[in-house]
């Protein structure tokens, strides 16, 4: 059991209390559009760590024998299709050839850091996506990024 809260353990409160004890014990499957956010993460704050963390599966569907073999072989990676690599990349090379945020992204100090406080003596735990000299950078992917 958990001695701190996070906002994604209150998110999964929200839904139920079981929502809760699954998110604690990790057994809440990754979705779609979760994987898709940590293949972009990957590619704009952590490229360095893409050949450590994913396989491409260059067949046509996710069954039969080829595809079994190698999921086997690459147990210890996320696999994904050439065209999630490909739609993820063109996301990601949006936003490092945007000059703001390729200006913000240059001044990083660190990633992925853990953040620990309290709040009315509730210890919290969260995690910066990136730390730098004076801010702190939250990534996140959407479906639509208009104003409304």
Known sequence: ?????????????NKSPLHLLDYWGKTTPQSSAMAKGSLIHTLILEP??????????????RAGKDWEDFKQKNRAFDIIKQSELNEAAT????????????????RVGETEKKLNWSYNNVPLVGFADAIGDNFVLDLKTCNDASPR
């Open 48 to 61: 360095e760590k893409y050949d450590k963390k994913y396989k491409v599966f260059d067949g046509k569907r």
């Open 91 to 106: 996301i990601a090379g949006m936003v490092l050839a945007h000059h703001e945020t390729r200006a913000l992204l240059n």
């Open 1 to 13: 059991m958990r001695d701190y809260l996070s906002y994604s353990s209150l998110k999964a409160f």
